[in-house]
């Protein structure tokens, strides 16, 4: 590359699917100055201050292609990025790699990364989030919003501390296209008051000029199981994404989120579908409710429809967070409301009971032989488990992929990845199933939302087709299937 006959200057986009590498670290150990500048040896007590300025001068005098989006692995690389015109930055920091932070600050990276033309940030992860505000923070304490031209950012932190630290970086009330990550939304209990007083900083960032939002509780714990810290708190103030779903202007006022046409929305990435009950003496054997559970779901889910406007809704936790304890409804003598607790809590009958067509009826007698058969070894739960993990499993990786541009990702083949016993011809016949029985949400959906077009439940995509006059067509490419309402 360092000594190619023609210009890159065609090429917008590289990236590495697989390996600890990137298109800049390419760039810097195939140059001139990599392969020809003698090494230095550093001991112990050098001052890696008189060292740094070296290596920021070999890498400015880089040349490195303008392309549209670059990915950093070091904080050095911020060096080797041109500032031409406006690109999309990926930082996936290797943090066991990164060295003498403090040291970084100083010598002027806060200062070139206010120089460059930084229209999308995305971390991805916590960790990398937290390096690069480390690293960087000193510098910016003097330079507050350090990126003016930044419109689409997807943050992963792991404390609200963090995202004050990054309020100082970034005018959250420029922002176009946001996504939080939150590897912990739940922490101690004297959060509940910085969760409640964080609610100017939201109102003010999630302002009028938001498009698209993306918002994932990246819990690694089980928020469906009894006793459990996550699932203690889900519904109170010390939870963040409580909070702002609770009293954040944006999801509780139809006209602060009226520019808003992409939503993505996932609380739960922790994937099971237990067993559940409404009589506390089960609680050996199922995940315990009660009607302020069920209600307080139906609450939340609600909110969803405030976006009036959406043209894309993304519900990743669909089949195991939100459908086994909400109904959704197109009438109802219960003063017209539309989604309502489902206090029948049935672990089957929900997914596969509705549609009593021909296909549907032959794909509960495959249902039926299943279940007898796992039935006879103790594992009742064992395949309506397996289905929902096995759609949830089609789902981009939510730790490391911002969820804003969802479907110009390709969905995973599941069945592959986990690998099972079952033929893809029952499966599918299964999927078909379900979908079938969906069919009452869906009218929902495309009735409370009349610009909707693209929708994702669980793994199953929907393209929603309003050409007609008396109809709307929904179908599931990836199903082979399709139904007019």
Not at 56 to 77: C, H, N
Not at 228 to 252: A, D, M, P, Q, R
Not at 351 to 365: E, M, Q, T
Request: proline share 4%.
């Amino acid at each position: 590359m360092a000594n190619a006959t023609y210009p890159l200057e065609y090429l917008r986009d590289f990236q590495f699917l697989v390996g600890n590498y990137s298109f800049l670290r390419i760039v810097r150990d195939s140059s001139d100055y990599s392969l020809y500048q003698s090494s230095r040896l550093l001991f112990e007590n050098d001052d890696f201050d008189d060292y740094y300025p070296t290596i920021e001068k070999q890498m400015s005098q880089m040349a490195v292609p303008v392309m549209d989006s670059y990915q950093i692995l070091g904080l050095e690389e911020i060096n080797l990025l041109p500032s031409e015109s406006p690109f999309s930055l990926q930082v996936s920091l290797d943090t066991k790699q990164q060295m003498n932070l403090q040291s970084i600050s100083d010598s002027g990276l806060s200062s070139k990364l206010q120089q460059l033309p930084i229209s999308s940030l995305e971390f991805d992860n916590a960790k990398s989030a937290d390096y690069f505000i480390s690293a960087l923070g000193t510098g910016f304490q003097e330079i507050k919003r350090s990126l003016p031209v930044l419109k689409k950012l997807s943050l992963s932190v792991s404390s609200l501390r963090s995202l004050q630290a990054f309020s100082n970086v970034i005018d959250f009330p420029l922002l176009e296209h946001f996504e939080l990550k939150l590897s912990r939304s739940t922490f101690n209990i004297e959060d509940e008051h910085l969760n409640l007083a964080s609610l100017p900083f939201w109102n003010t960032a999630l302002s009028e000029n938001i498009l698209s939002l993306s918002l994932v509780n990246l819990n690694y714990t089980n928020l469906l199981t009894n006793f459990s810290i996550g699932s203690t708190s889900v519904f109170k103030e010390v939870n963040l994404f409580y909070t702002l779903l609770l009293h954040c202007k944006i999801f509780n006022d139809p006209d602060a989120s009226r520019n808003v046409t992409y939503v993505n929305f996932c609380l739960n990435s922790f994937a099971a579908l237990p067993e559940f009950s409404m009589n506390p003496a089960d609680y050996k054997s199922a995940f315990i409710v009660d009607d302020y559970y069920l209600k307080s779901k139906s609450r939340i889910f609600k909110k969803l429809f405030n976006f009036y406007n959406c043209e894309t809704l993304i519900i990743p936790d669909y089949f195991f967070n939100w459908k086994p304890f909400i109904k959704l409804q197109t009438s109802s003598p219960d003063k017209g409301e539309f989604c309502v607790a489902n206090s029948i809590l049935d672990n089957t009958d929900y997914l596969f009971g509705y549609c009593n067509c021909p296909s549907c009826v032959s794909a509960r007698k495959i249902l039926l032989r299943k279940t007898e058969e796992e039935g006879a070894m103790g594992q009742t739960q064992t395949f309506y488990n397996f289905i929902v993990l096995l759609l949830f499993g089609r789902i981009p990786n939510m730790e490391c992929r911002s969820q804003l541009n969802f479907f110009s990702n390709t969905l995973q083949d599941s069945v592959e990845i986990l690998g099972s016993g079952y033929m893809k011809s029952d499966l599918a016949q299964v999927f078909h199933l379900i979908l079938d029985n969906l069919v009452p949400d869906l009218r929902v959906f495309i009735t409370r939302l009349p610009r909707l077009h693209e929708l994702c439940l669980g793994g199953f995509l929907f393209d929603i087709d309003r050409s007609g006059t008396n109809s709307v067509s929904i179908s599931a490419p990836q199903e082979n299937w399709s139904v007019r309402i």
